[in-house]
């Protein structure tokens, strides 16, 4: 999923939406995913993270409805 997301083959958003209903893309780390997006680095990443108030251990299945909100404000 990393790789897709990276090559852009998959947006960000259809990515949180897939981590709803497949428990393994559940289990991956929101700055994985984040350094993943094309143009995105690990300091964006986690200043973005910061900025939101995620932490960096939180996975895609611990993000409440506000912070899948500002990710996605944050990268689109």
């Not at 497949?22 to 986690?46: F, M, Y």
Request: a positive charge; hydrophobic letters at 40%.
């Amino acid at each position: 999923m990393k790789n897709r997301l990276k090559m852009g083959s998959i947006t960000l958003a259809e990515l949180l939406n897939h981590a709803d209903g497949d428990p393994t893309v559940a289990k991956i780390k929101v700055l994985a995913v984040l350094e993943s997006l094309p143009g995105v680095g690990k300091v964006t990443a986690r200043r973005t993270m910061e900025d939101i108030g995620i932490a960096e251990s939180r996975r895609l299945s611990g993000l409440g409805p506000q912070q899948r909100k500002a990710l996605l404000e944050a990268f689109s």
